[in-house]
């Protein structure tokens, strides 16, 4: 019986400490898992450090190759869901198109405007073999 207890105990806590804090009105992640090949031509630009922009996610998805096979993909969409248009891209943050808002792709997408709670969507990017894989975490 004091196994159960302590068994019970433990997966509380453990569940306790998993939480989203995020405000309920942020977006979520899309649900999605798209694979790239780099033997693709149209992808010769994500063989070097910089970006590409690919279909999927809510208003498409930047492929960020950071150097080292170290990529980042970040949903286009504004995380206010304020805006019709695509976030842009300027090497180091994403930026809203209206509302001003932007977003440090080195820090997860967490906002670098003052007032803004919601981060970008970042979604897992990996280098498997010769493509890229793009999903939730």
Do not use: H, W
């Not at 630009?45 to 922009?53: A, H, Y």
């Not at 906002?111 to 981060?119: K, R």
Request: with cysteine; hydrophobic share 35%; proline share 6%.
């Amino acid at each position: 019986m004091i196994k159960k207890t302590m068994f019970f105990c433990c997966f509380l806590a453990f569940y306790s400490c998993v939480e989203d804090n995020l405000p309920s009105y942020c977006l979520r992640p899309f649900d999605i898992s798209i694979s790239k090949s780099l033997d693709n031509p149209d992808f010769n630009k994500i063989l070097t450090i910089g970006s590409v922009e690919i279909n999927g996610g809510y208003k498409g998805i930047l492929l960020i190759n950071k150097g080292l096979d170290r990529f980042l993909a970040f949903d286009r969409m504004c995380p206010n869901n304020d805006c019709d248009l695509p976030m842009d891209f300027d090497g180091l943050v994403l930026k809203c198109p209206c509302d001003e808002s932007r977003y440090s792709v080195d820090l997860g997408g967490t906002p670098q405007t003052e007032g803004i709670e919601c981060p970008a969507i970042e979604y897992k990017a990996e280098k498997i073999g010769n493509s890229i894989r793009i999903s939730n975490y």
